[in-house]
C-alpha cells in the first residue's frame, strides 16, 4: 500500500484542467500559421521572452503546489488505512525543512536569536531576560555567531558557483540547438546566441535564466541553515509563506479569466451577430452589472458566500477543503463581475466583423449562422480574447492582495500576498520594525505583476493588428 | 439633443430596477434572513426564539415578495421586498445593526470622502494627462521609453504597497503628518495631504499609460497631417488638436467616476481612519452589517449612473457630432 | 521654381532602412501643373510628402536636394520649414473625410493659417475666410464658416482642404490624389476648380495621381514613376502622342475603353518588386515585354528623346505593336434569351429612428422601385455614383438585405418571403464578389478551405476528395497555382484576392455573377487581368453578369446592357450602344461627359453639374434629378416621370423625352 494518497482539489482539478488547455491551444497554434507568426512575434521579442522565463518559474512553483496528497497514518496493521487531516502538495515535501523548522515567533532574516527578548533559564539556574537562541536559524554555528556574514557569504559564493556552471551547461545546450537551425552558417549557435540573429530571444532568455539561477539557488542552499527572510509571528519562514502564496495568486489570475471567459465571448458574439432583442437584453444585463461599483459587488457577494459556508460546515471535510472552495469562489465572483468589459470589446468588434464582405459572402452561400460564427467570427476575435487574457491577469493578482486585506477575499487561514500583508502590517508599528514579511510578499508580488505586465505588453503587440 | 438626454435619464431607471433585483436577490434569496440571523447571533445564541426576534426587530419577518396574509395593496407593499429594497429608491435605507438611520449616516460621512477624493481625483487627473502628453510629445525617444518603463514598474506595484510604505516613510520615519485621522476646518489639510499624495501617486502608472495610447492613437491621424502641412508648431498641433480630439475617450473613462467619488475610497479611508463612506463600508463588511451593505451597492450603482448620464452630456460639449445630431 | 534633384527617401523596417524614392529629379515652373503618374506603392506620395517633410514616423530622408525658389527645403532648420509649409507650399490630401479635424469648425481651420502666415485674425481674418470659401466655390459662406466637417458633403469637404492650402498665398500647391475619393461629377468640378486657381494664381502645382484621365485634363507635364524612379519625363502632348517607356505603353494599352471591345485587354504580368528586393537593373525589367539582355544588370541612364521628353529605357523601339497579343474573347452580339433574373419594383428601405422613443420618423430610400432582368451570358452594368443605392440592389438580390417590396426571380422561383431552407437551396444560382479584395476574405482561413466553403454549404455530401479536386480546377480557372490551396490571403496580391474570391462565387456553379465594383480598388494593369479574367469565364461558362460599377471605362469594355442608377432609381437603361453613344437622361450626358478621358483630345464639351447627390433619406419631390438638372422644367417639380421607350430596348425615365 501507497504510504500516501492522492487528494484532488477542486482548485486542483482547473488547474491541471488550464494546463491541458494551454497544451491543446499550443497543439492549435502549431497548426495554424497566422496564429503561429503571431506568437513568433511573440518569441522574437527580447522583454517578453524575459518576462515570459520569470512567469514560467512562478507557474512552476504554482504547479508544484497543485499535487496534492495526505500522509498515511502509522495505524495498527490489518486496520483500515487512515490518514493524516493535513493535506500536502509536493511542494511541500520538497521544502519540508523551510516548512518544519519553526522558530517560536519573528525572527529577523539571517538571524540567530528571537525578535522578542524572553526570560530563559540560565544554566546555572535563575532568569535573564535576553534575545534567546533560535532553534534552527544559524544553528550550525554553534556559539560562533559573529560568523554569519562570512558562512553565508561564502555558502551563498559557492552556490552562486554552482549555479554559474549548470547555467553553462544550458547555454551550451540552447547553443547547439540554434546550432541546428538553418541560418547564418559562418557563425555557430553561441556567436547567433550572442549576437541575437535568432528568431527566438534566446539571449533574453538566457540571461534571464542565469539572473534567476544565480538569485534562487543560493538563496535556497542558505534557507537550510538560515530564515533567509525572517520568520512570521508564529515563526513560520517567511520564505515558505511567499512560496505558497505563488499558487493563490496564479488561480486567482488564470481562473478568474476562465470562469468568465466562455460567458463574455458567447454572449459578446451573439449580442454582436444577431443584434436586435437579444442585442438589448445582453447590452441590459451588462449594463446593469457594470453600474455596480465593483468592490462593492464583490463584497456583498462574498459575504453572502460567507453566509453560505458558514451555515453548511458539513460540506467540507477539511480546513484545506474550505479554503480551497473559497478561493474557487471567490474567482467566480471575480469571474462574474468583470466579463462585462470583455463582452462590450466583443460585442463591438463582433458588430464591425458582421458587416464584413467575407461574412456576407458566406452568408451568400447560406452558411449557417452557427457556423459563420465559429468558423469566422470566433477566429478573428481571438487574437481580443488572448490580450485580455493576459491582461487581466496581473490586474486580478493585485486585487487579490486588496481584497484579502478588506476581509473579502481568499480565507484567512489560506497563504497568499494578501494574507501576508495583512497580518503582517499591524506590526510596522513595532520598535524595531518587523519589515521582512511586508518585504517579501510585496517584493514578491512585485517580480510576478511586473513580469505579467511586460509578457502582456509583448502580446498585445505581436497579436493587435493596428500595432503590426 | 435635449431629447437625447431625456432618453438616457429614461434609460437610467430600468438599470436601477435591475440592480435592485439582483441586489434583493444576493441577500434575500440566496441566503435566508434566517440564515443571516443565525450568523449574526453566532453559534452559541442560536436558539428559534432568537432568529425570530432578530428577524422581527428588523423587518425581515415578512413575506419576500407577495403578503398572501395581507389585503389591497398590502399584498405587495408588506414584504421584504418593498421594505426594503424598493423604499431604497425613495432615500429611506433603514436602520444598521447599531441601530443608527443609515441614510443619516450616509449624508454625514459623504463630506470627509469627499475632501480626499475630490483632490486626488483633480489633482490625479492634471498630473497624468500632463505627463501623458509629454510622452505622446517625446514619443520614440529615450525620454518617452523610460517614462513608459516607468509607468509599468509603478503599476505593477501593489497599491497596498503605496499606503503602507508611504505612511512608514513620511508619517513614521519623517514625522512630516500625522499618520491618520481626521480633523475639521483648516486643520483638516494636515490630514488630507497624505491620503492624497499616495492617492495620486498609486493611480500614475495606469492612467498615464492609458493617456499615453490615446494621444498615440490620434496623433497618427490625417487631420493631424493636415495641422502641420499648415506649418503649425508641433505645440499648438498637440493642445489644439490632438487634445481636442483625444479628450473624447478620456472623457468616457474619466466622466463616470466624478459622481463615484462620493463614496470615497475603501482602501485610503480606512488606512488613514478617515470617518467616510469607504471606511463605513469596510467597517460594515467587517461587522458583517447587511443593510448597510446593501445601501451601498445601491447609492454607488446610482450614482455610477448619474455617471453615465454626465459622460452622455459631456460628450455633447465636446463632440459637435454629438450636439447637433 | 521647385527644383528636385536626386531625392531619395527611405522608410526604416527593424534594422535597415528600405529605398522608397531613390533618386529622382524633376522641376516645376511657376503656374505650371506636373503630374506625377504612377501605380500604388511606386513612392508618388511618398515623394509629396518628403518634399513638404512630413513623412510618416518611420521615414528618412536618404539625400538629394529639393529647392523652392533656390532655398533648400532638406536643410532648414524645423522652424523655418514650418514657416513654408502652408504659407509658400501648400498641400491638399486624398482622403477630405478624414482630412480635416472633426471638433473644429471649418472657420477656426482656415483662421489657423492665416494667423500662421499671414497674422491676420479677428474680422479682417473673417473676411479672408470668406473670400476663400467664395473663391472655391462654397455657397452660403457665411454659415459654412461656423459649421464642423462633418456637416459637409465630401467634395465640399475638398473645397474646404483646398481653401485652407490657399490661405497661406502658396507658390506652390502640392495635390495627392485630390479627387480619388470622389465621385466622377464631383471631380470634374474639383479639376476645373483646381484649374482655375491655378491659372489664375500663377501657381506651380504638383498633382499626384494614377488616373490617366486626370493627367490629360490637368497636367501641363508628366513623370512617370515606377518602382521609386522615374521612368518618363514629358511634355503632355508628348506623353499622350508618344509614350516610350513600355510601362508608359503598358499603362495605356491596359485602359479598358469602347475601342477595346471584344479584344483582350493587354496586361502587365508580375508586380512592382518589394521594397527589400529592389533588382539592381532596371526595375520594370521582369515584367517588360521588350526586355534585353542587359537590361537586367544595367540601370538605364537618362534619354532625351526630344525636347522636354526623356526616358530611361534601353530600348529604342517607338510604340507598342497595337492588338499584337489581342484577340476576341467574346461574342458581343449573343441574343438575349428568355431571361434568367427578373426584378420587379424592387425596395430596400432602411427605417430612420429618432426621438425620445426612437420612433420610425422615415426611411432611407436605398432602393426604390428598382426592375431589371438579365439573360444567361450576358453583362448588365449597373452605374451610378457613391450612395445612389447600386450595392443595395446588389445585395437585395441575394437577400443579404431584406428586401421592403418587389419582386426577384429567378428562373421562376420568388427569392423574396422565401423560407429560409429553400433560400438556402436558391442561393446557388447567384453569387457575389466584392469590392475590397482585402475584406472579403476570411484571413483566418486557406485559400482551399475559402473556395471550398459554398460547395461544402449548399452540397454537404460531396466526398473531400471530389471537393479538392473542384477546388483545384476552379484555382486553375481563375489563374493561379496548385499550391495558393494551402496558403492564407495575407501571402497573395490584391489582384491574386480578387481572383480569389471570383474562384469562391464560381465554386457553386453559378448562373449569375453579381460584381460589385470588383476593380475599384486595383491599380490598371490588375484591372486588365481581372476584365480579361472576366470576359474569358463568360465565354467558357456562360454564366451572366451583373456588374455593378462607377466606371464608365469598364463599362464601355464589358457591358452588353446598361442601367444607370440615381437616388434609388433606374433612370435610364438599353443596350451598351445605345446608353453610351446616344444617351438620353440627362444626368447620363453629364455623367458621360464629367468622365475625364486619357486623350489629348478628351476635353470636349463638358456638362457640368451644380452640386452633389442629395440624402435618399429626403430625395427631392418629382423628378430626383430636377435641382442639379441643366434642363429642368416646371413639370420636372411636381411629378416623377414615367418610362419613355426610346427604342425597343432602350428607355428613360425624363419628362424631356414624353
Redo the contacts between chains.
Sequence with gaps: MMPFQIVVLWSDMLVWLLVAAGVGLGVLIARNPPLRAAWRRVGANRVGMAAATVLLTFVLVGLLDSLHYHLRMEGKPGQPATYAIEVLSVLDALATPLRSRNEKTYSEPFATRLYAKESIDLPGGGTTRDYPRLKHGGKHLGDDEGAVVEDAGFTAFRAAAIAFVGWLGLVAAAGALVGRQPGDAALSGLQRIWRGETDFAWNAVLATLAAILLVVVPLFWLAGSYHVFGTDKVGQSVLYQVLKSVRTGLIIGLVTTLVMLPMAVLLGIVAGYFRGWVDDLIQYIYTVLNSIPGVLLIAAAVLMMQVVIDTHPQWFSTAAERADLRLLALCFILGITSWTGLCRLLRGETLKLRELEYIQAAQAFGVSNGRIIVRHILPNLMHIVIIALVMDFSGLVLAEAVLSYVGIGVDPTMTSFGTMINNARMELGREPVVWWSLAAAFSAMFILVLAANLFADAVRDAFDPRAA | ML?YI??RF?YAF??LI??NL??FA??FV??TPD??A??QLGVKRVTPEAIERWKAERGYDKPLMLNSDASGTKVLTDTIFFEKSARMFVGDFGRAEDGRDIAHEIGKRMGPSLAIALPTFILGLFITVSFALTLAFF??TAFDFWGVVLC??A???????YI?GG??LIS?VWRLVPISGFGDGLEAWRFLILPVLIGVVSGIGSSTRWYRTIFLEEV????V?????????ET?VFF??IL??AL?PILTGVVVVIP?LF?GS??TE?FFGIPGLGSY??DA??A?D?AV??S??FI??VL??VG?ILTDISYTV????IR?E | MLKIENLRLGFAAGKQTLAAVDGISFDIAKGETFALLGESGCGKSATAQGIMRLLPAAGRILGGSVRLADEDLLHLPEAAMRARRGGRMAMIFQEPATSLNPVLTVGRQIGEVLERHLGLIGVPARERMLELLRLVGIADPERRLDEYPFQLSGGMKQRVMIAIALAGDPELLIADEPTTALDVTVQAQILDLLARLQAERGMGMLLITHDLGVVARMAHRIGVMYAGELVELASREAFFSRPRHPYTQALFAALPEVSRRGLKLTTIPGQVPSLSVMPNGCRFAERCSHVMPQCPTVSPPWRELAAAHSVRCHWDGEALAEGMARHSVTELDIEPARPFLEVAGLKVHFPIRRGLLQRTVGHVRAVDGVSLSISAGRTLALVGESGCGKTTVGKGLLQLLKPTAGSVKVGQRELVGMRAKRLRAARRHMQMVFQDPFASLNPRMRVGEIIAEGMSALAPDTSSQARNEAVLTLLRQVGLPDEALGRYPHEFSGGQRQRIAIARALAVQPELLICDEPTSALDVSVQAQILNLLKKLQEELGVAYLFITHNFAVVEYLAHDVAVMYLGRIVEQGRAEEVLRSPQHPYTQALLSAVPVPRLDGATAVIRLAGETPSPANPPSGCHFHPRCPQAMDVCRQRYPETSDVSATHFVHCHLRA
Design positions: 431629447a431625456v432618453r429614461l430600468p438599470i435591475g440592480v439582483i441586489t444576493l441577500f440566496v441566503n440564515d443571516m443565525r450568523m514619443r520614440a509599468v514598474a503599476m505593477s506595484i501593489s497599491g497596498l504597497f503602507i505612511q512608514y513614521k497618427n491621424k490625417d487631420y497631417r493636415t495641422a502641420r502641412a499648415k506649418g503649425l508648431p499648438l489644439r488638436h481636442r480630439n473624447i463615484l463614496m475603501l482602501l480606512s463600508t469596510i463588511i467587517n458583517q447587511f451593505v446593501r451601498m451597492v454607488g450603482s455610477y449612473i453615465l465636446v463632440d459637435p457630432r447637433f
